[in-house]
């Protein structure tokens, strides 16, 4: 008598899909992406997903919630895939970005008001920045600032004879600002009348409302990570009982 082939249990794609409130055709995109790991087959080739499935897709569902879709999906390989360890690491450089975002926005308001304080202040070569250096100080490329140049949102100097661009307080604030609200995903058009709003008039009212928004933004994606962050810690615990002596999931 043959022996009859093992049944695998779990539940079906509509079933995982139904518990997160996502569409099946999602589950399936997201376990493509990596971001859930592979199902287990039924012998009529049906998938079967288990509980850690289901926990992955309630961390995908609060990261997602917190960071955006597009920053998730990417993330989530490395939490499900990964090692514990570069799992860890992003988690920790998820809050690093936040606090780090939070400064830049505050350090965008500071520079406002003191160029509004004194619009006609001369400033000290000292108080100047080569294109390198705040490129660093922004966290973004040098290219980033060119092309900001090129929309007319900076405006650095040249130093005498040659093309090289020294960054004065003034123009320092407003890379502040487009750096602040260009990771907040505003768009160069708004960004522009903005500041050419602040150069011709002092306006600062829709300034410092876009500032605040992103500072706001900011607090809540906060709070949203820390609510995401059970289900991150359920996800990294049911890997780490299943891993092996590597620290690697099995």
């Not at 003034?170 to 708004?190: F, N, Q, Y």
């Amino acid at each position: 008598m043959r022996a009859a082939k093992p049944q695998v249990t779990g539940l079906t794609t509509a079933a995982a899909a139904q518990s997160v409130g996502y569409s099946t055709q999602q589950v399936r995109d997201l376990e493509r992406l990596g971001v859930l790991p592979a199902a287990e087959r039924s012998p009529n080739g049906y998938r079967r997903y288990q509980e850690r499935h289901i926990i992955a897709l309630r961390a995908y569902r609060a990261l997602a919630a917190a960071i955006g879709p597009v920053p998730a999906r990417q993330m989530m390989p490395t939490l499900v895939h990964g090692t514990l360890e570069a799992a860890a690491e992003k988690i920790d450089d998820l809050h690093a970005l936040l606090a780090r975002g939070r400064g830049h926005v505050r350090e965008a308001s500071r520079g406002l008001q003191a160029v509004l304080t004194d619009p006609t202040h001369v400033f000290d070569d000292q108080d100047s920045m080569a294109i390198g250096e705040l490129a660093d100080a922004l966290g973004v490329r040098s290219s980033a600032l060119r092309h900001w140049e090129h929309e007319g949102l900076v405006n650095p100097d040249r130093i005498s004879g040659s093309q090289i661009r020294r960054y004065n307080a003034r123009a320092i604030t407003e890379a502040r600002i487009v750096a602040a609200l260009r990771s907040g995903g505003h768009r160069i058009s708004p960004i522009s009348r903005v500041l050419d709003q602040l150069r011709a008039h002092g306006l600062t009212a829709e300034a410092q409302s876009l500032l605040d928004e992103r500072l706001s933004d900011l607090s809540h994606r906060s709070v949203a990570l820390l609510e995401a962050s059970g289900h991150l810690y359920a996800l990294l615990n049911e890997r780490r009982k299943s891993a092996g002596p590597s620290g690697d999931a099995v």
